[in-house]
């Protein structure tokens, strides 16, 4: 209610040129007494005490103005955004996702909204047709940390998603048996003309294994960490003035 949650911004490039294709926005809490408190404690607190649409909202809400900024230096760029079940089964939520984005000027094929797979296990009925009317705005929906295991290739042809985020475990285990899910996930993502991005990048050599296989996009440490809207645009104008001749 305060709105001190923050948002930070990760890098998504082309696994082909690594040019910059996206960002995510991911919510950060720096607070006075306590410092900086990591997602991976406040974000299940939310959750647990139903919190999750309302923190999901106000990342969406603070991370559109800064898009704006962005698209002015890659008119391209294309935000994503994490929604949790909670949030897609709030009331009116379609349309308040609606009016934030026709407030910020901003395109609506500019969004692409993200939906775990565990998401579709909460009611996948109202789910999917929460989705199906997003879609209907223009809004673009990619299914995230694919590969857990919750969806079946007929709910894939029933969402009708725009991408796929390959789970980052797959990708930390790809000398293992996340090889063959990821080759898997790819195969489905041709199948369907599906847009699939690689999660937890952080090496060299996992970045060129994912380009040998063709993966379209690459995010992770290897590829950038997250960070304030200042930051990034510092980092793509580094990134223009490092391209020219």
Known sequence: DEGRIDVAFQPIVSAVDGRLTAVEALARWNDAERGRVPPSRFVPVAEEAGFSAALDLQVLAKALPALVALRRETPALVLQVNLAPPCLLRPRFVERNDGLVRSAGVPPEAMLLEVTESAL????????GVIERLRALGLRIALDDFGTGYSSMARLAELKPSALKIDGQCVR?????????????????????LHATAEFVETDEQRDYLRTLG????????IAEPMPEDKLLAWVEARALSARP
Request: with cysteine; glycine share 16%.
């Open 215 to 222: 993966c379209d996009a690459l995010q992770g440490y290897g």
């Open 121 to 128: 296990a909460a009611d996948p009925d109202a789910i999917t």
């Open 173 to 193: 285990d790809h000398r293992g048996d996340g090889d063959r899910i990821i080759r898997s996930i790819l195969g489905l993502a041709k199948a369907f003309g």
